[in-house]
């Protein structure tokens, strides 16, 4: 059994909005407790040697799977950026589905788009972006079609969607 991942999984699990984590029944009797309650020590001051910059995912990673931002969290990345470490929150979202990180964290900047784009979501402003040129999507795209006839596409430009 891979134990690492198991524990990773039922935190991913069983998290609440709190940051506690909700024991599953079959695991009560070896832990004593239905619940893990989360320590504070991320409001500790960062000393020493301490990471520049926090680049972190937000499905499944900060964002959990019922869809809410514990307060461990927003405690602990709002330690961090006071810390002066900068924080990037990396995804595959697109820009218009920012909105929920910009509620909950007044810091920080988006890669978006799998990296096409870095985005300023306070601001609501693409600083820079990296996309891929019409006449490479339309070679792509032929290329495809010629090994998977009935492949279909989609493209987001400037929030409008295209097929």
């Known amino acids: 059994m891979a134990v690492p991942r198991t524990i990773v999984a039922i935190l991913e699990n069983h998290q609440q909005k709190d940051g506690s984590v909700k024991v599953p029944k079959a695991l009560i009797p070896f832990l004593g407790m239905d619940t893990l ?22 499905d499944g990673t900060i ?3 019922y869809g809410f931002i514990s307060e461990r969290t927003k405690i602990a990345f709002t330690a961090a950026n006071a810390a002066g470490i900068h924080i990037y929150f990396v995804t595959g979202r697109p820009i ?3 909105a ?9 900047l988006g890669i978006c788009g799998n990296g096409a784009m870095l985005y300023d979501f306070l601001n609501e402003k693409i600083l820079e972006q990296w996309l891929f040129s019409v006449e490479a999507q339309l070679e792509t795209v032929k290329r495809l079609r010629a090994v998977i006839p009935p492949v279909t596409f989609a493209v987001e ?7």
């Open 63 to 65: 964002v959990a799977n």
């Open 100 to 108: 929920e990180i910009k509620e909950n964290f007044n810091f920080g």
């Open 37 to 58: 309650v989360p320590c504070v020590s991320v409001l500790k001051t960062i000393t020493g040697r301490r990471p520049k910059l926090i680049g972190t995912d937000l």
């Open 96 to 98: 218009r589905w920012m």
């Open 157 to 163: 430009v400037n929030q409008q969607f295209a097929s």
